[in-house]
């Protein structure tokens, strides 16, 4: 019997890290969290035309279970510590949308004394969505932009420093 003939017809091969960028791309819960009129599209998005769900992506409403926190809207002075507290309940790891201008940059009450001029002055964004408010469609895009990042995060990784075992059994090289 042959090698090749025995194998069986399917076989997938991956990589730890792979598999466990899979799974977090394909399981995102973000959590409900809306300051503005860019809530009402962010529902939207969650709604059934545009279907968040087929991406595997869940609302919550508690951060303790979320690895997603899209800012919807304006954000003030006022709320901006409720947001830093709201992102550090969240677990490891974590990400965060920032979507419409006032979220990324204050739009159009940038001037205003209470607005805070983005929310990355705050916590940490990895995806910025433009627009006043953005599309359903828009959001989307950068969702997938964030599914694209998660693919291409490293967990597992070797430090050149460590020491490797060979030669004799328990003898380090």
Not at 100 to 106: A, E, F, H, M, V
Request: charged share 20%; glycine share 8%.
């Amino acid at each position: 019997m042959s090698l090749i003939n025995s194998a069986p017809e399917m076989v997938l091969t991956s990589t730890v890290d792979q598999v466990l960028n899979w799974t977090r791309k394909s399981s995102l819960w973000y959590m409900l969290f809306g300051l503005a009129c860019c809530a009402i599209e962010m529902m939207h998005t969650g709604g059934p035309r545009a279907d968040l769900d087929r991406f595997g992506m869940v609302p919550r409403a508690t951060p303790r279970v979320s690895d997603l926190m899209i800012i919807a809207g304006t954000l003030t002075l006022k709320m901006a510590l409720r947001t830093k507290v709201l992102y550090e309940q969240m677990p490891d790891p974590k990400y965060v949308v920032s979507m419409g201008s006032c979220s990324n940059c204050g739009g159009l009450f940038q001037y205003a004394y209470s607005v805070c001029d983005g929310v990355d002055k705050v916590i940490p964004v990895d995806v910025y969505v433009p627009g006043c408010p953005p599309r359903p469609e828009a959001l989307t895009e950068g969702l997938i932009m964030l599914q694209k990042k998660i693919m291409q995060e490293k967990w597992i990784t070797r430090s050149s420093d460590t020491p490797r075992l060979g030669g004799p059994i328990g003898e380090r090289t």
